[in-house]
DNA sequence: CCGCATGTTTGCAGTGTCTGCACGTTTCTG
DNA sequence: CAGAAACGTGCAGACACTGCAAACATGCGG
């Protein structure tokens, strides 16, 4: 399983950037962070940092662009005879359950990305991506398509509102709530259709 | 109503920047033009750029963060009477039929900005802080809190998924279909819970 | 255990974005 | 027609990011 040295080295070098740059950037605000910094603190010269992250923004998420594609491939594994919200929902029930199994990580990360506007649009680019490979799947399954029809466009920036959503209430309540359980009540209200509330 | 000279000289500077920047952005790409090119042709100093324009990018997507709360606003000038779903909804089609009636400046916008996702980020900023708005506007109107409750970040969230759907359907139709239909059909399916097409 | 092929790290030089400051010019107010 | 306030501009400098070429580490066949 543990592939080779050379490829854990790397893994290991990108997640210490990563955990600087978050570090850094909680103790001092984004402006006062460099990239000399954060190469500095994980241990690396400046010119390495750019071979691992395009921009100091993206050190700071810290997400793969290779995990776009990872909602979408679990509603395509879900059995095709699912209705695509119920399928759509399922799998990101599973992934709210592995957000919340790294409790460190991702608390810090939300925090910090909320803090600054610049890394919430980088965060928001991770989430479009992470739509469209959604969207193509949602076309595949219910046989539309994501250029003319609205749904399978709508049904994915659907799915990145309850999330985007789930995860700031998660935020404001200081991690102490679940995570799936504010997923689920925000996929009720949308099947629901948004009614006006204590009605 | 025409401000002093002062006023309109402003405006007329950052319109020229913002047309200057998309035009170049349109004819090069966005990495084949400077903050130089774009002030050169605009006819100010690189410098004075920096007045108009927090950065390059904020210029090409041109977007006053004012008109940020545009929408809240509208929503909150809607009768007390209507649910906050029927609101919002009724403010988006104004909104929807404003743009529709900038034939020139808006499909340009909206092509440059999907070839770029950098500006693609930049936009979903813009399109955040006037979410943000929204929902404090739906929690005044609902009696829920934007912090504890999902109902106001989801509406907020879904509207705003709604309306970029929408912008997203009228550049594929080449701008030949009609803005303010499109964003009806995304409201119908959001106000029937996403039921499977074609059922 | 050696040495070559390949992939990784690093330094260096250069371009471009963006900011603070100081100064001259234009518009506004009375 | 002043004096105040706002605006435009040039300059110097910090920082982000890139291409290139030279060290360096790792994996692999002998």
Same mark, same amino acid.
Request: zero cysteines; a neutral charge.
């Given at each position: 399983m543990t592939a080779g040295l050379r490829e854990r080295k790397k893994q290991a070098t990108r997640l210490a950037l990563h955990e600087a740059a978050l570090q850094l950037v909680a103790e001092r605000g984004l402006e006062h962070v460099s990239v000399d910094d954060v190469a500095a603190r994980a241990g690396v010269s400046p010119r390495t940092f750019f071979n691992y992250f395009p921009t100091k923004d993206d050190a700071v998420v810290g997400l793969d662009p290779r995990q776009a594609g990872e909602l979408a491939e679990a509603v395509r594994a879900r059995p095709a005879s699912e209705p695509p919200v119920? *399928?759509?929902? /399922? /799998? =990101? #029930?599973?992934? *709210?359950? &592995?957000?919340?199994? &790294?409790?460190?990580?991702? $608390? #810090?990360?939300?925090?910090?990305?909320?803090?600054?506007?610049? #890394?919430?649009?980088?965060? !928001? *680019?991770?989430?479009?991506?992470? &739509? @469209?490979?959604?969207?193509?799947?949602?076309?595949?399954? !219910?046989?539309?398509?994501?250029?003319?029809?609205?749904? $399978?466009?709508? #049904?994915?920036?659907?799915? *990145?509102?309850? =999330? @985007?959503?789930a995860l700031h209430r998660w935020l404001a309540s200081d991690f102490t709530a679940d995570l799936p359980a504010l997923v689920d009540e925000g996929w009720d209200l949308v099947a629901a259709g948004l009614p006006a509330p204590t009605a």
């Open positions: 119920t *399928a759509v929902r /399922a /799998a =990101m #029930l599973d992934q *709210a359950r &592995e957000v919340a199994r &790294e409790p460190q990580l991702w $608390p #810090l990360r939300l925090q910090v990305v909320d803090a600054h506007p610049a #890394l919430t649009a980088r965060l !928001s *680019a991770v989430f479009e991506a992470s &739509e @469209r490979a959604l969207a193509a799947v949602v076309a595949e399954r !219910s046989g539309t398509r994501t250029d003319t029809d609205a749904y $399978p466009a709508l #049904l994915a920036a659907v799915q *990145a509102a309850v =999330m @985007r959503t």
